[in-house]
Structure formats: C-alpha cells, structure tokens
C-alpha cells in the first residue's frame, strides 16, 4: 500500500476538502449527491386572462342631498315626515309655533299701513309746493323703513314652516316634535334615489389612469349581487390626508329604487383604467408567509429560475383578504415559492409540487 504525503499549506480550501472527500471514499463507495429540494410554487398572473381588472371596495350614496333647517328658532309643533317617506318637491315638512312670529308681522304690517297712510297725504303737499324738503324726505325713509320691516317680518312667518326642496325621500329625522331647535340646526335629510353614485377610494399611484368614462361592473351582495354598469362621474383633486387616497365616484343607475345609500359594492374596473394600472405597476396576491425579510429589513421571496432558487427582492405593503400584495419586484409568469421556502437558499436546486 503506498502512503501519500500532502503538503496541506501549499492547497487551497477547495483542494483541501476535496482530498477529504477522497480519502474518506473507499473502493466501490460514491460520495453522496443533495436532492433537490421540494417546494410549491405559483406563478404570477397564470390565472389571468386577457385584461386585468382591479377591484375595490365602494359605498352607494346618492347624488342629490340635502339637509333642511329653518331659518328662525323656535319649538317644533309638529313634523309631519317620517324616515324612509316619499316626498315631493315643496311638500310640508315641519312646522314651529309662529304666534310671537304672526304679532310681529302684524305689527309690522300696521305700521306699514301708517307710512303709506302718510306719505299719500304728504305727497299732495309736496305736489303742491306746500311741504318743506326736509320733511317730505322723512317721509319718504320712513316708508321705506316700514317696507323693509314688514318684508322681513312676512318672511320670518314663511321661515316658521320648512318645505323639502327636492323630491326624493326622508333618510334622517334629526329632530322631534316639541323640541326647540336654533336657526339653521338640522332637523331633516331628504335624498334622492333615481341618481345614484358608488363611492372608491383609490391610492395616489393609481389615481391617473381614471378617466371621465372609466367604466366598471359594480356589483352588490345585500341585493342577491345585483350588477349594475357604472361609469366615472366625478374625481377628487385632492388626496386626503391621512390615507393619501383619492375619491372617485361611478354614475349608477337605480331604476327600481332598490340600491340605497350606505350599501356596500364591489367594484371590479375595466377599460383604459385597468389596463394603464396593470402596465405600469401590475401587482400579485401572495400567502404572507412567503414574503421574508433579510438582514437589513428588506422585503423579497424566493422566486425558481432554470431549476434552481433565487432570491428576488420586492415591495409588498398591502394586505388583502387573501394575503399581502407585491406592487412592485413581480412580473407575469414569475414562479414564487410559496411553501418551502426554509429549504432553500440561492442557487439550491429545486424541484416543484406544483
């Protein structure tokens, strides 16, 4: 048997470990090959077919609102509306006590009667060359004084009953008989329901790529998923902010009066609006768990690449029903792992359960 010198500091450490390896192999014995490491995948976007839509969370409100008040304070004598009540345009709403109200305008009316009562008689002295300037302008502000007082006390009369000023119906009673209210205190709201608007809130980075005519299928699940067709109405300029959102809101249609405000939707979008927002940032659902953070804090998965794992970084900040959502790292036909993921780092050769 021969014996084999090395001189161990002249080899690097590959040599080195292979020479273990040599050594600790007999005859007839072969070194030990890893198998690959099995994971499950899902590939980004397989499931999707033509354009992608996006889909958010809206809330039904009607077009055309309005809360009524009176103009002048006083204690309810009667509301003759009840919430959920159809009314029409100048319909009696409500009423409060007018009597102070009433002796004010009539005093006031009685005095207007005494200026003009004084004026006529002035005025044919005046015609007459026979009444001095200074009185005949006297007369003439104080008419105009009990004018303008018996105009603002007629009225304050008028404002002690309030008339809904649309048609629509009674979504909130805010106030009850025998309650004292002040001016201009809410005391009704009076909604419309043949013009109906579904209200989004959409992310700043999304915001462009919605259009006046952006359509979208709107559908309700209170309503046995009732899907109605809605087209962009109306977009906000300004973002609010704390969610740094934009409102936008669909047109939708309400023939039979069955979609009332305060109802949830889905709202799916399509057209130019899903398509711009899928090419310029198309984003994936994924489980959470397969989402990690390395040593400095960023986020990635681990992505199968020619058999073998590779580490692919990626912004995932948003939480849906079904996961976190990667907005940026991703494209379509990407293979993430998804269970598995602890056998693997980079380069490791991997086999697919799916």
Not at 101 to 128: G, P, T, V
Not at 162 to 179: C, F
Not at 202 to 208: F, L
């Amino acid at each position: 048997m021969e014996t084999h010198v090395f001189k161990i500091s002249s080899l690097s450490l590959p040599a080195i470990i292979a020479l273990i390896l040599l050594c600790g192999c007999g005859k007839g014995e072969k070194a030990t090959v890893m198998a690959p490491a099995r994971v499950n995948v899902e590939v980004m976007g397989k499931n999707i077919s033509g354009s992608p839509a996006r889909t958010f969370s809206g809330t039904a409100e009607s077009a055309e609102a309005t809360t009524v008040s009176f103009s002048v304070p006083g204690t309810i004598t009667k509301i003759y509306a009840e919430v959920g009540q159809k009314v029409g345009q100048g319909q009696l709403l409500a009423r409060i006590k007018d009597q102070s109200l009433m002796n004010s305008n009539n005093i006031a009316q009685a005095e207007l009667e005494e200026a003009q009562d004084a004026y006529r008689r002035l005025k044919k002295l005046h015609d007459a060359n026979a009444l001095p300037d200074i009185k005949w302008v006297e007369v003439q502000a104080k008419l105009k004084q009990a004018e303008n007082a018996a105009a603002l006390a007629g009225r304050a009369v008028g404002d002690a009953s309030i008339h809904s000023p649309i048609a629509g119906y009674v979504a909130e009673k805010l106030a009850d008989d025998g309650q004292t209210v002040l001016a201009a205190q809410p005391v009704m709201r009076i909604v419309k329901l043949n013009d109906m608007r579904m209200s989004i809130s959409v992310p700043e980075n999304e915001i462009g790529s919605f259009r006046e005519g952006t359509t979208a299928t709107i559908s309700l699940d209170g309503l046995d998923s009732l899907s109605v067709e809605g087209r962009v109405e109306q977009k906000d300029v300004v973002a609010n902010p704390l969610t740094r959102s934009y409102t936008v809101k669909f047109s939708i249609p309400n023939p039979d009066g069955k979609i009332l405000p305060g109802m949830i939707g889905t709202v799916r979008v399509k057209g130019a609006a899903a398509d711009s927002v899928a090419s310029a940032a198309e984003s994936f659902v994924l489980p959470s768990q397969s989402v990690l953070l390395d040593a400095d804090n960023r986020q990635f998965v681990w992505t199968v690449r020619k058999g073998r794992a590779e580490r692919r970084f990626v912004v995932a900040d948003e939480l849906s029903a079904d996961g976190v959502r990667v907005t940026s790292g991703l494209q379509r036909g990407d293979s993430v792992i998804v269970a598995g993921m602890q056998k693997v780092s980079t380069g490791t050769a991997v086999s697919t359960a799916k």
